[in-house]
């Protein structure tokens, strides 16, 4: 497979102008009738065939130009591409498809999913469809027709309005729906099925009353109530802060089991994974509850930044999706705490998007090729293309970041625009030069930033000196220094603050000074995370104690317990490779107690300053990973705390405990964090007292989120029978969930006790996993490859072996989560040598398959390069 370049972007010889689909649904096999519209694109010169996409599955029944049918010496079809020589400047073409959702279990294009049809079309999937322009610059008004049982699929959906209704012969009948806002094809959508509904209605705040719908299956129809309410909180949201008004008369939501991804905002009709949308306290645990708040809303803001203006190609993917994430996180922070969703975003893109960015498909947040666009829905896109969003957030305002995104929405309106085009809207507003920003989108890796001060005590000049670089990444060795907000505070021994602001670099090394200050200060840099960039700063353990006390910025002080960890534990890992006993120090002894004991601090934030760093984090920092020393050394420092302050922790528990009915609103899903992270420690005491405690909470609990937190820690802890105990209790009770089992499933592919992937073998046999659910896999599969480090990297490679054997096997059937699952393979290159050699054996075993996909080819060539 041969890559393609964003510099060969070509603008399409032929626009569609109009859209007409009318699909006829049968057990068997589905016919497409497409009548298309098309007219020579007035901006191409010169005369050009006419191209359609059409994947190879397509069976293409007819074609006709105006009326006349073509005979197969009038076009050819290689690859992707159905090619017609000769073409009028302007005509009718139709085109009858035969496909079989029946058989797709790539779930790209139309499939089914539990009985019912549903569409995924992003990015490429309307090529399985029916032969069209597949490409998001040409847009087109379309009008689709439903025909299909009426007994079996009583609702049938599209994009748009729906316009006429009707009975067909045999049993059947037809819904028409007509989208009036043109839209390139990926975002076609088209649903039928038996349903069950939950509806409401929003008016906006020109005064038109939207009709709200989110279908389900009909034993889900109680786990609607907290989608509809975000989706109306999100409404409200887009127009207060964006000024963003909903355009149809209907919005749709519909929840699916087998989903290649999250959630999917086709025009009018988002369709939905049911773990992005389902939730009620029973069932459903807090963490994803926000998701569901925070998914509804990226999905309903994408009407605007997707939707109205959309991507010229799929190199500008970050155009909606890095706006779209900073305009969800943005929404989550008001609706919850700003700081902890700060500290959220932030731990996972230090985490996993940097490791990304270390990597083999490290890329730029707009990628100059690619061979398979499936494979770039990426951290890299989503959360650092964010980030780079809210930096010209944070160089701008709130208000002059508002007027460029009026601009932006304005003249780009029904459009398909670049990364370049959203920029320069910014520009435009405020007449500022971006120029340099724009760095940000074609160069990849994680810029580093060294800082160093001085301070002259005779003249109170206190001065900063940040110097910058960045890694080379795979096809770029140079980069060039990036123009990157530093906000900061300066603050005194007595914790006063006494100045802040924002610093702007640009150069590879700065200087800024600091006047008229009365003593030397201690430096919080980076606050709120305002670039996504490794910050280094030699801290004393007392600055970092200062700050983790007095910061102003919430952020900064839970980065500065961080970072004290961190420091302690690589110490600890060090010690732990040279054979010396471990040991934990007082210091860190008192300063857990007075976070725990400040009951003047949201128990949010203190959940969160008394979580060690992951093992994923401290995995991303070290130059060689060991894995084993890693665990060890957080297990240690897990059970020392547990036993140091296991008063303390009692304390807070019952604290945290309440006998109130279950809401999730913040204030109470920060009580329950802090209680279960009290909890964990607890049971980290291997004191039978506790597992008592532990179990009466997994047997009491009126919610899901004090049950499977109680589940997991048991079933983590070194109680093993108890944990058996717990699961075969918790199988009874949820079996007939998926999304519970799914749960159930990833508890136990994440223990990190021996014999874990006997564990996970056996669970294979269960018959609630089913390979061709995604959900299933990444519950099982992808939980213990990405979750289960020890495990997963067990010395004899079983764990690689395994993770090959299901990319192997999936491949074919669903090239897009194959090449998802590999993603642990890739990062070889970090861990020692025997480790490199038996997960490079696995990634060539892989390469060396017949008939690779796309998708698997492009994430192995790339990461054996
Ligand atoms: N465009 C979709 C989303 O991110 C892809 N899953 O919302
Ligand atoms: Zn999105």
Redesign the pocket.
């Given at each position: 497979p041969e890559p393609i370049y964003l510099k060969d972007y070509k603008a399409p010889a032929y626009l569609i102008d109009h859209t007409d689909l009318r699909f006829e649904l049968y057990e068997e096999e589905t016919l497409v009738r497409a009548t298309l519209k098309v007219r020579r694109n007035p901006a191409r010169s010169g005369k050009s065939p006419l191209e359609l996409h059409g994947h190879e599955s397509l069976e293409l029944c007819r074609l006709s130009i105006d009326g006349e049918v073509l005979s197969e010496r009038d076009f050819s079809r290689d690859d992707e591409l159905l090619h017609i020589a000769d073409v009028p400047d302007e005509f009718v073409l139709e085109c009858l498809t035969r496909i079989h959702p029946q058989l797709n279990t790539a779930l790209e294009g139309l499939y089914k999913s539990d009985g019912m049809f549903c569409t995924q079309c992003?990015a490429e999937g309307f090529r399985r469809i029916t032969f069209y322009p597949d490409r998001p610059d040409v847009m087109s008004v379309f009008r689709t027709t439903v025909e299909a049982d009426r007994k079996l699929y009583p609702v049938l959906l599209s994009n748009g309005n729906p316009v006429e209704s009707g009975s067909a012969d045999d049993g059947r009948h037809f819904v028409t729906w007509d989208d009036p806002f043109p839209k390139p094809a990926y975002l076609f959508a088209l649903v039928a099925g038996d349903l069950a509904v939950l509806e409401d209605s929003y008016i906006t705040a020109s005064g038109r009353k939207v009709k709200l719908q989110i279908y389900g299956e009909n034993k889900d129809l109680d786990k609607l109530d907290h989608a509809m309410l975000s989706l109306k909180n999100a409404m409200r949201w887009d127009e207060e802060v964006y000024g963003r008004e909903y355009d149809l008369d209907i919005y749709m939501i519909v929840a699916v089991d087998f989903f290649?991804?999250?959630?999917?905002?086709n025009k009018g009709l988002n369709i939905f994974n049911t773990s992005c949308v389902l939730a009620s306290p029973r069932t459903t645990t807090d963490a994803a509850f926000q998701r569901v708040e925070g998914?509804v809303a990226?999905?309903y803001f994408?009407n605007w930044s997707?939707n109205r203006v959309t991507c010229r190609d799929w190199f500008q993917l970050s155009l909606?999706?890095g706006f779209?994430v900073f305009r969800d996180s943005e929404f989550s922070a008001d609706m919850n705490s700003r700081t902890v969703k700060r500290i959220e975003d932030v731990s996972m893109l230090r985490t996993a998007q940097f490791a990304e960015d270390a990597g083999p498909m490290a890329h730029p947040v707009r990628p100059e090729s690619f061979i398979e666009i499936s494979n770039f829905?990426t951290l890299t896109i989503?959360e650092k293309g964010a980030e780079v969003v809210r930096m010209l957030h944070t160089l701008l305002g709130a208000e002059t970041f508002r007027k460029g995104s009026d601009l932006y929405f304005e003249r780009h309106d029904g459009q398909a625009v670049t990364t370049d085009d959203f920029v320069q809207a910014m520009a435009d507003a405020s007449g500022r030069d971006f120029t340099q920003f724009k760095r940000w989108y074609s160069q990849a890796g994680t810029p580093r930033v060294e800082v160093s001060d001085s301070w002259d005590a005779a003249k109170g000049v206190y001065s900063l000196t940040l110097r910058q670089s960045c890694p080379a990444t795979p096809g770029q060795t140079e980069k060039l220094p990036f123009h990157m907000p530093v906000a900061y505070g300066l603050v005194a021994q007595n914790g006063v603050e006494l100045e802040a602001g924002v610093l702007e670099l640009t150069d590879s090394e700065q200087t800024f000074t600091f006047d008229d200050l009365p003593e030397k200060p201690v430096p919080s840099l980076l606050r709120g995370f305002s670039a996504p960039v490794k910050l280094s700063y030699p801290y004393s353990d007392e600055q970092l104690l200062l700050l983790l006390k007095h910061d102003g910025d919430g952020f900064n002080r839970w980065d500065a317990g961080q970072r004290i960890a961190v420091n302690l534990m690589q110490q600890l890992i060090e010690d732990h490779l040279a054979g010396k006993a471990l040991s934990l120090p007082d210091a860190m002894v008192d300063s857990w107690r007075a976070v725990l004991n400040d009951e003047s601090l949201d128990p949010a934030m203190v959940a969160h300053l008394l979580r060690l760093p992951s093992e994923a984090y401290l995995a991303e920092l070290a130059e060689v990973i060991q894995v084993d020393a890693i665990h060890a050394v957080r297990e240690f420092l897990r059970k020392a705390l547990a036993v140091a302050l296991q008063p303390e922790w009692l304390e807070a528990y019952k604290r945290c405990t309440s006998d109130e009915p279950y809401s999730p609103d913040a204030e109470s899903c920060a009580r329950r964090a802090l209680k279960n992270l009290a909890l964990g420690y607890l049971l980290a005491t291997d004191e039978d007292a506790l597992l008592a405690l532990a179990e009466e909470q997994f047997v009491d609990a009126d919610n899901m989120t004090d049950q499977q937190a109680a589940l997991s820690l048991v079933v983590h802890s070194g109680f093993r029978e108890a944990g058996q105990r717990l699961l075969d209790d918790f199988h009874t009770r949820w079996h007939h969930e998926a999304l519970v089992m799914n749960q159930w499933f990833a508890v136990q592919a994440s223990d990190p006790w021996s014999g874990a992937l006997e564990r996970v073998k056996t669970l294979q046999e269960h018959p609630l996993f089913d390979a061709k659910n995604p959900n299933k896999l990444r519950s099982l599969v992808a939980a213990f490859c990405a979750q289960n480090p020890v495990s997963f990297h067990a010395q004899d490679g079983s764990g690689y072996r395994y993770l090959g054997d299901w990319i192997i096997k999936l491949n074919k059937k669903n090239p897009q989560i194959a090449a998802r699952l590999l993603t642990p393979l890739t990062r070889w290159k970090r861990y020692p040598q025997a480790a490199q050699q038996l997960m490079t054996a696995e990634l060539e075993r892989i390469l060396a398959q017949p008939e690779l996909s796309k998708d698997v080819y492009e994430v192995v060539s790339k990461s054996l390069a």
């Open positions: 992003e290649n991804m999250g959630a999917m905002e998914v990226h999905e994408h997707g909606k999706e779209t829905y989503y």
